[in-house]
């Protein structure tokens, strides 16, 4: 069976303050009924205690006393009476006689000269009466002693009047919490139905969703992780959505940059097994095929490093390195690439500069940027630098080339990505892999790695790697 939550929560509230109340309802009757009874058997008791205190007074005559107190107390309904040892009333007159009805319990009490208290006695007297006898001791010798008693009548029209009162005041707060419960009832169901809407609208893929969140509560932090869920789930749709059309420009550059070297191989093999080429061209075929086939293995291996190093199976091997000694092998191995482009590669860095790195891959880091720098540079200037920092190496390498402009400095990382799709004679990073690998090796030196560019004015790669 099926209960709505706000039924649950209304009838929960509702039951804790029906008990509550009641609980609380017995309790104060049980205890303004006490109050009652023992205000009176304590006013019964002074009386008395008045009494035979003016009893031991020789200057008063005793008969003068109870007469006065008799008229008095008969005045507020309470009935005085005097008894002798034997428990036989002598006062008042028209009263005098036998022994008044007391239990063997309570008379031993008296003989002990202890006072008896009955707040109700519902059978001995004519009435439903509140009694006190106290003892008058002479010597230590019991001669008599003092009984007050009073209806509990007047009592009970006390207790009777606050208990309707307490009636009334009870029904009077139960209509206010039936209220409140209803309100705070609807108020929490509301605040959770609106939870349960955004969820079926993040369910049906609209991750734009957002809620009024709070610390009031528990549903208020509930409402405000939902939030974060809802942004974490809509960055990571968005990061989605880029990586498929990244995956999709992936395919569109691996068809491209595929196709032309194997048509050319495949055109080169075609032409040599049908002798189509001429003797003195076939020198130039094989060696276009070489190169041809080199590029394509070049390509091959760079999605297969990536892949090494984005799942972590590369293992660096760091040890102290003279940066000028990397940097002149680089230099080396690139003044060639930068003399086709009218460039000159400079190098900035004293000998005592070390770096502790694996030095494969930091010729593969330094290496990769300064190629992007080469090519994207024409007839300028491109510096290697390095510089020993703050418990750190400081490498750069800046250029005086195109530049990158800002919308595009924080998707260079990016994998597949490639600042100009247009340019597919980079020798290096065909598919936009190299800055990727590059950010990643950085990384696992816990190095970081920046880079400030202007368009038109060049770029500047800096990498710091501790020492």
Wanted: net charge negative; no cysteine.
């Amino acid at each position: 069976m099926k209960i709505k939550y706000i039924y649950q929560q209304f009838l929960s509230h509702i039951s804790i303050i029906i008990v509550a109340f009641l609980i609380l309802s017995l309790l104060f009757a049980h205890y303004i009924e006490n109050l009652v009874y023992q205000n009176k058997v304590e006013e019964l008791t002074s009386f008395g205690q008045n009494v035979i205190n003016d009893f031991q007074d020789p200057r008063i005559n005793p008969d003068d006393i109870l007469v006065q107190y008799h008229n008095v107390l008969s005045g507020r309904n309470i009935l005085l009476s005097v008894f002798d040892q034997n428990g036989t009333i002598l006062f008042p007159r028209e009263r005098t006689g036998p022994r008044f009805k007391i239990t063997v319990e309570e008379w031993t009490k008296i003989t002990k000269g202890e006072t008896v208290v009955v707040k109700q006695d519902l059978k001995r007297f004519e009435q439903d009466v509140s009694l006190v006898a106290l003892p008058y001791l002479v010597d230590e010798q019991l001669v008599g002693g003092i009984l007050l008693t009073s209806p509990i009548s007047g009592s009970r029209e006390v207790i009777s009047q606050i208990n309707q009162y307490l009636f009334y005041t009870v029904l009077i707060a139960l209509g206010v919490s039936f209220l409140l419960s209803l309100v705070l009832s609807r108020l929490h169901v509301n605040r959770i139905k609106r939870i349960q809407e955004a969820t079926s609208l993040v369910s049906a893929g609209d991750y734009t969703v957002k809620i009024a969140s709070s610390n009031f509560d528990e549903i208020g932090e509930l409402a405000e992780d939902f939030n974060d869920m809802v942004a974490k789930l809509n960055a990571s749709n968005e990061e989605i959505e880029s990586l498929e059309n990244r995956r999709r420009q992936f395919m569109a550059d691996v068809s491209h940059e595929l196709r032309t070297p194997l048509t050319t191989i495949s055109g080169v093999i075609e032409g040599l097994r049908n002798n189509m080429i001429a003797e003195s061209e076939k020198e130039k075929g094989i060696q276009l095929v070489s190169k041809e086939t080199k590029r394509l293995i070049r390509l091959v291996n760079e999605n297969l490093d990536y892949e090494k190093i984005r799942s972590n199976q590369v293992q660096l091997m760091k040890e102290d390195i003279q940066l000028l000694e990397a940097f002149e092998i680089i230099k080396d191995q690139l003044d060639m690439l930068a003399e086709e482009k009218g460039n000159q590669l400079l190098i900035d860095v004293d000998e005592v500069v070390m770096v502790h790195a694996d030095y494969d891959r930091l010729v593969q880091i330094i290496m990769n940027i300064s190629k992007n720098s080469i090519q994207f540079t024409e007839n300028g200037i491109v510096w290697l630098r390095g510089r020993e920092g703050d418990k750190e190496t400081i490498i750069e390498i800046e250029d005086t080339g195109i530049g990158i402009s800002p919308a595009e400095i924080e998707n260079i990382w990016r994998r597949f990505y490639k600042a100009d799709i247009s340019r597919t004679t980079n020798p290096y990073g065909e598919f936009g892999l190299g800055l990727s690998i590059v950010k990643k090796l950085v990384q696992l030196h816990n190095g970081e790695i920046e880079v400030t560019s202007e368009p038109n004015k060049g770029t500047k790669f800096t990498i710091r790697i501790p020492i």
